[in-house]
């Protein structure tokens, strides 16, 4: 059973994730705790009791070399912590609802090849927030399958995401044996929504009539529908119906004509010749919309219903 994007209930996601970050944030304080105590034995506190008589030599060296290795595991375990409420914060800004299903009827092998994926993807990363959000597919996984593998059964379980994340899916996703289709098309209009908004050939009309046409088709393909493309169809030709009441530029057209083009509908404007200047403006506005973007494109929470189980960041160097 392949997983999916839904969208469920944002204030009940943002609810676990709000009591989620707070056991993070405790976890945290206790580890910055046990950091500054090793930090105080390794700068000076070791030598005093060494000075004092109450360490022998061997005993410094022993209790110097354990503190050392202590500082490395509780500064990457404070590392962790940092990176986990980061995602939570993200996560509650955007408050979307926005999730990855796994469906109660995943099976026990589909499992096994998203954990091998996973698994597999951490090795080769580096990157903070991906690797957070690697993390977060992971554990749920391996919970389930862990469910699994007692013989119970599972219950459908959702791993809230933020857009950022949804790009990364799109990108991941058939690595772990999984259609990518719907998070290209959902990365598509928000592309196109964030592009719309920064357009300067846009009348501000306009630019209301494509992002609620980007929402309606947003919510198409999240929906459960099984004509999709018929439904995508109808709100793209309503629209081209309606906006005929208004004054429509050719910045306009191009989008509309842009949308058309990515879901493989017939185009609903034929672009006049002397209009080739403003096409070619469009696409310079949306090159350079994804060019800042890829500039600042900065960045687990998983909510299953009455299957919670207490995660903490991986900081299990220092258990």
Known sequence: MALIIKIENPDEISKEITGKRKKVVELKEGIQ????????DLNGGL?????????SPEEYELHKGTNEQMLENYTNALKAAGNTITRYDQLLAENSGLCIIIPA???????????????ALLKENRNAEEVEFFNAILTRTKNLKDIVDTGKPIKET???????ELAVWER?????????????DLNYLNSQVAA???????????????????????????????????????????????????????GF?????????????????????????STISIKQEL??????????????????????MDEAPAISQFS
Request: glycine share 4%; net charge negative.
């Open 172 to 184: 991941i996703a058939k690595d772990l044996g999984q259609d990518n289709s719907q998070a290209k």
């Open 33 to 40: 705790d046990s950091l500054s105590n090793v930090e105080d």
């Open 287 to 308: 090159q350079l919309f994804k060019k800042a973007q890829a500039a600042d494109d900065s960045p687990e929470v998983e909510v299953d219903h009455d299957q919670q």
């Open 253 to 277: 057209r191009g989008f509309l004509n842009a949308v058309c083009q990515f879901f493989k509908l017939p185009l609903v404007f034929t672009m006049k010749s002397e209009s080739v200047a």
């Open 105 to 119: 009827s995943t099976g026990r092998d589909e499992l096994k090849q998203i954990i091998q994926g996973i698994e």
């Open 47 to 55: 030598d005093t009791e060494l000075a004092e008589g109450r360490l």
């Open 158 to 164: 959702n791993i809230p995401i933020t857009r950022s």
């Open 196 to 250: 719309v908004h920064s357009s300067k050939t846009l009348r501000g009309e306009e630019k209301n009539i494509l992002i609620d046409l980007y929402n309606k088709l947003s919510s198409i393909i999240l929906s459960d529908a099984t004509d999709k493309q018929s439904k995508i169809q109808q709100a793209v030709s309503a629209v081209a119906d309606t906006s005929a009441s208004i004054k429509r530029t050719e």
